[in-house]
């Protein structure tokens, strides 16, 4: 996951570029942890056919399982973050 310092003294970029970076930083957490994910399942695939190792498979999982972990937060973390935005008064 990225952090970006949020400087308040700039005004925020403007353009169709700019409104969708957020939206594809979270789009590539998510494709990474499918990538994790399948990588974990051909593991378990290769350990079931007798061509891959306990070991592997297991590392292989308890990766997957972290990177599902992370996107899980992140995506709660920023529904909280948005609903915090839309609940404030202007």
């Known amino acids: 996951m ?3 310092v949020l400087i ?3 005004a925020p970029p403007r353009g169709p570029a700019a409104a969708s970076a957020p ?3 979270f789009a590539q957490l998510v494709d990474a942890a499918g990538a994790i994910l399948d990588r974990a399942d051909r593991a378990e695939a290769a350990f079931a056919a007798h061509h891959g190792g306990l070991q592997e498979m297991v590392v292989e999982r308890a990766r997957a399982d972290l990177a599902l972990q992370v996107a899980a937060t992140a995506a709660q973390r920023t529904a909280q973050a948005i609903s ?3 609940g404030m008064q202007v």
């Open 2 to 4: 990225r952090v970006d």
């Open 8 to 10: 308040p003294d700039a």
């Open 23 to 25: 939206a594809n930083a």
């Open 84 to 86: 915090t935005v839309i």
